[in-house]
């Protein structure tokens, strides 16, 4: 079994910056695909950003490209989401996830663990 938690959400004003932590414990002599989801109140849950077993490959959902920069820290079985220019419609709780293959899936029922989940919430 593999725990996921997510630490770095708070408040912040618009045009602002957060990063967001994800450290994974457990079962890590494995490696995993790692992503971000987020679902704020009244709305379905939507794909963030995602990232490959080795880190070479990133995927981003349109709505936070080039704004939002995911990375990911192996040796510490951590994964970041840094978040630039935030805007209040990126007010909602993010959640980390991970899954025992080498690519990135924008599928949230692809990941195998999830984190508990985290809350951003940005002031206009």
């Known amino acids: 079994q593999v725990q996921l938690v997510n630490s770095g959400g708070g408040l912040v004003q618009t045009g602002g910056s957060l990063r967001l932590s994800c450290a994974a414990s457990?079962?890590?002599?494995?490696?995993?695909?790692m992503g971000w989801f987020r679902q704020a109140p009244g709305k379905e849950r939507e794909f963030v950003a995602a990232i490959s077993l080795n880190g070479g490959r990133t995927g981003y959902a349109d709505s936070v490209k080039g704004r939002f920069t995911i990375s990911k820290d192996n040796a510490k079985n951590t994964v970041y989401l840094q978040m630039n220019s935030l805007k209040p419609e990126d007010t909602a709780v993010y959640y980390c996830?991970?899954?025992?293959?080498?690519?990135?899936?924008?599928?949230?029922?692809?990941?195998?663990?999830r984190g508990q989940g985290t809350q951003v919430t940005v002031s206009s």
């Open positions: 996830t991970a899954a025992s293959s080498i690519f990135y899936s924008s599928n949230w029922s692809a990941y195998d663990y």
């Open positions: 457990g079962d890590t002599n494995n490696r995993y695909a």
